[in-house]
T-cell receptor, first 112, second 115 residues
């Protein structure tokens, strides 16, 4: 099956630092999505990307859909305590094949 | 607008027992998905309903898993008999049929522990 390699697996940063994480795939996706999961909650959609090369921002978050359609990255600027959690990338093919293929997640911890 | 809800939030059962998980999607969402995250691994797709019909059940592990969505509203996922490897968090997600179909909204999950 499809595999998404997400890195890094975990990050330990100080408040105020910028964060960068990425996903690479062995297959082409037509949509990339980034989710965040807090403990005891389900994944919450952060950003959705629909076109190769697209760069989209949502507040302090910026994500890009790679030109090859096989990768995506997520940046978080000026991290704050509520950014703590697990971030997942997910790829999707198209209408009629809408299941999401998830990356393994990046656990973000902010060191006080 | 109420989000996706799932019941129960936690379930602890013994190997060989039966468990039924329930998902109520966002009102009006015809697409309903089940996913599972086994400890430490990625979230994996199980199946996809469009209204009451199974669109894609390629992720269902085996025939011990049965999903239904009678009437096209809420869905149930039954595991019978449960095995140790079924432990994990089961997520449900929904999305509307028309418009931006790619954005799936997730419920809080049901944590299943099989002992």
């Amino acid at each position: 099956g499809q595999q998404l390699n997400q890195s890094p697996q975990s990050m330990f940063i100080q408040e105020g630092e910028d964060v960068s994480m990425n996903c690479t795939s062995s297959s082409i996706f037509n949509t990339w999505l980034w989710y965040k999961q807090d403990p005891g909650e389900g994944p919450v959609l952060l950003i959705a990307l629909y076109k190769a090369g697209e760069l989209t921002s949502n507040g302090r978050l910026t994500a890009q859909f790679g030109i090859t359609r096989k990768d995506s990255f997520l940046n978080i600027s000026a991290s704050i305590p509520s950014d703590v959690g697990i971030y997942f990338c997910a790829g999707q093919f198209d209408f009629g094949n809408e299941k999401l293929t998830f990356g393994t997640g990046t656990r973000l911890t902010i060191i006080p | 607008e109420a989000g996706v809800t799932q019941f129960p939030s936690h379930s602890v059962i013994e190997k060989g027992q039966t468990v039924t998980l329930r998902c109520d999607p966002i009102s009006g969402h015809d697409n309903l998905y089940w996913y599972r995250r086994v400890m430490g691994k990625e979230i994996k797709f199980l199946l996809h309903f469009v209204k009451e019909s199974k669109q894609d059940e390629s992720g269902m592990p085996n025939n011990r898993f049965l999903a239904e969505r009678t009437g096209g509203t809420y869905s149930t996922l039954k595991v019978q008999p449960a095995e140790l490897e079924d432990s994990g968090v089961y997520f449900c997600a929904s999305s509307p049929l028309a418009g931006t179909t790619y954005e799936q909204y997730f419920g809080p999950g049901t944590r299943l522990t099989v002992t």
